[in-house]
């Protein structure tokens, strides 16, 4: 009965060749998720330079500041960044430290350019909507189906510009932002801010197709 | 999605380890492919037990008798077991061939072998079912295992008969998969099944433990299991190919499962005993490792359901919100492509099970293609299985009996 007595070295064998396919394979998917982590933060580097060369731009031709302002591809660089923020949360989990820094930052560019915006169209007149969205991926019900709702109205109409902020993110300009907009329960979530109407609760796309 | 993810790394880690432990076992043990040299030729009885086999009775007749084996060492022998077609009438044609062909009341397949063993003589004892097919060297191949007095039995290289439909395509594929796992359990002398198309028994087991046993659901699972329990050896002879017809239907084939895996569950708590470091690889890996990837399998079919559903609900609701119009969300970005590691693995892990089924086909001299037939193993195989244990858990915990079905 040789070949029944367990042969214990056999499987100490297979258990380091077995350990170490697996931890290869755990390595290389990490590796493509840290890849990736470093690709957003590049491009929150050079979104960063790109709204303060607005910025100056924007101080310095003070003549005629409204002929060169052009934010667009700027907004869709925003929304892909979140987008992909967004990517990066399912795949690495929402409490993970590195994406939450990064979508920390986010929220800061997004105020950057949201006040930017605001400030141009005030001086330029420019018909640019604006919504404010304040959700929460752990306390909220239904802010998966208005964040449907609200890249649905982005795509349809390209003067709105949409800023979703995570109201987790714990960060001071956007505590301060949360406490200007009296965002202070979680049971009101998600909120919606366009321009001076606040909606609590989930928002129907129609109601909001009304306002535009 | 944390939960799921484990799940699937837990199951990729043990899948990966149990195939690399199979493969190291098969290439360490190789010499053991080589079948023992014939010394002389045993007194065989071929007992073919049939109910209702009229499609299948003649081939199988017809294929034992074009066996190479000294006639004068080799008996044929029908147990019709109470049928209500035309089987025992077609047998009867093949009595001028030498074939021995017994009637009796229906009693079950157990029954009908015990039956013949009875009034066996022979020296070692081969069952045959009625829809299977032998090839003409299976038992030349086979006999020289017997040489060594712990040997009590043969088995052979089971496979689908032909190509079939879709169903049989999959089983053809399992049957292949299993070609490769009855050497290697041999290799680590835990072979737990003896099928019922063509094993070959030495008579005195029989003798001194009783025939088969006849109150089971899966009297193969009993008898090698009784085998083991004796710590007589079970051998297996890779090269010896034995054809079986598998059910064509998707009820046949989850009635055959049912009693399969509902006498898996009764036989292994029959024999409990057997899980134990006294009966080595069998009572410490194979018999439990059976056990927890029956747990995985289940719970991660459970999760992946639910997990479908909840996710289903969810895209439903978001989709409503828009009015179905999905063309308004889409966007692609090429950055939100990632495979997860456990992709990565269960990939790899494919790859390699696949190339093991190439050994199969290699080794035991099959040249059917199964490109496609293993992608449809893959897509289907898993969900198939994960429902023929629930039922059968499902059975067996609320005591529910099983009909015998082949």
């Known amino acids: 009965m040789d070949r029944r007595k367990f042969n214990g070295s056999r499987f100490f064998l297979v258990f380091i060749l077995t350990t170490f396919i697996f931890l290869m394979g755990l390595w290389f998917g990490q590796n493509m998720l840290k890849s990736k982590l470093s690709e957003i933060e590049k491009m929150q580097n050079d979104f960063r330079t790109e709204t303060s060369t607005l910025e100056v731009e924007y101080m310095f031709l003070n003549q005629k500041p409204c002929s060169i302002i052009n934010s667009s591809e700027l907004s869709k660089e925003l929304y892909q960044m979140g987008s992909r923020l967004e990517f990066m949360e399912e795949s690495y989990g929402k409490n993970n430290n590195d994406v939450l820094s990064l979508k920390g930052y986010y929220s800061l560019l997004e105020m950057r350019h949201w006040l930017f915006l605001e400030n141009v169209r005030q001086q330029c007149n420019y018909d640019i909507k604006t ?10 019900d239904r802010c998966d189906e208005q964040g449907y709702v609200l890249t649905f109205l982005r795509n349809e109409y390209p003067n709105l510009n949409v800023y979703s902020f995570d109201v987790d993110i714990d960060n001071s300009a956007l505590n301060m932002l949360k406490e200007h907009f009296n965002i202070n329960s979680f049971d009101n979530l998600p909120v919606i801010i366009f321009g001076n109407k606040t909606f609590e609760g989930f928002t129907p796309l129609k109601t909001l197709q009304n306002e535009l | 999605m944390v939960l799921a993810e484990t799940v699937a790394n837990i199951s990729i880690y043990l899948g990966l380890f149990t195939l690399i432990l199979f493969l190291v076992t098969f290439f360490e043990q190789k010499k053991e492919l080589k079948n023992p040299k014939i010394t002389r030729y045993y007194n065989v009885d071929i007992l073919i037990p049939a109910y209702n086999e009229e499609y299948s009775i003649e081939k ?18 029908v147990i019709d077991d109470g049928s209500t077609d035309n ?54 191949r086979m006999v020289g295992y017997f040489d060594n007095p712990n040997v009590m039995a ?32 041999a290799m680590l002398g835990s072979i737990h099944v003896t099928p019922g198309p063509f094993t070959g028994y ?34 297996n002879c890779m090269d ?50 059976s056990f927890i990837f029956i747990f995985i399998l289940l719970f991660a079919t459970l999760l992946t359901v639910y997990n479908l559903v909840i996710g289903a609900y969810k895209a439903f609701l978001n989709l409503n919100a828009i009015n179905f119009n999905f063309l308004g969300v889409w966007q692609f970005d ?13 990939l790899f892990l494919l790859i390699i099970a696949y190339l093991v089924i190439m050994i199969a086909k ?31 858990i499902i059975y067996k915990l609320c005591s529910i009996k099983v009909k015998w079905s082949k």
């Not at chain 2, 017809?62 to 022998?77: A, C, G, R, T």
């Not at chain 2, 899966?218 to 329990?229: F, H, N, P, Y």
């Not at chain 2, 090429?334 to 997860?340: D, H, Q, R, T, V």
């Open chain 2, 362 to 392: 290699r080794v035991s001299e099959d040249n059917t293609n199964i490109k496609f037939d293993y992608l449809l193993y893959i897509i289907l195989y898993w969900n198939l299985l994960a429902l023929w244990w629930f039922m059968a």
């Open chain 2, 87 to 140: 089987t025992y009438k077609l047998a009867k044609k093949f009595e001028k061939q030498g074939v021995i062909v017994y009637t009796k009341k229906n009693g079950g397949k157990a029954n009908a072998l015990n039956y013949a063993i009875k009034r066996s003589n022979a020296e070692v004892i081969f069952s045959l079912d009625a829809d299977s097919f032998v090839e003409k060297d299976n038992l030349k």
């Open chain 2, 154 to 185: 043969v088995t052979p290289a089971l496979k689908i008969y032909g190509k079939g439909n879709w169903l049989q395509k999959v089983q053809g594929v399992e049957y292949l998969w299993g070609v490769f796992l009855r050497k290697v359990f």
């Open chain 2, 240 to 289: 010896a190919s034995v054809h079986t017809i598998g059910p064509k239907t998707f009820t046949g084939l989850f009635n055959q499962r049912l009693r399969w895996y509902r006498g898996f569950l009764d036989n292994t708590f029959k024999h409990k005993y057997l899980f134990s470091h006294k009966y080595g690889h069998l009572g410490l890996f194979v018999l439990p490792s």
């Open chain 2, 202 to 235: 030495r008579k005195i087991f029989f003798d001194r433990y009783g025939g088969y046993d006849e109150t089971t659901l899966t009297e193969d699972i009993e008898i090698a299991l009784r085998i083991q329990g004796k710590n007589y050896i079970i051998e």
């Open chain 2, 334 to 346: 090429i950055f939100n492509i990632y495979i997860p590691p456990f992709l990565i693995l269960g």
């Open chain 2, 60 to 77: 199988t007749i017809q294929s034992v008798l074009n066996l190479d084996y000294p006639k004068n060492k080799l008996k044929i022998v």
């Open chain 1, 131 to 140: 919504i404010l969205y304040f959700y929460s991926n752990v306390r909220c």
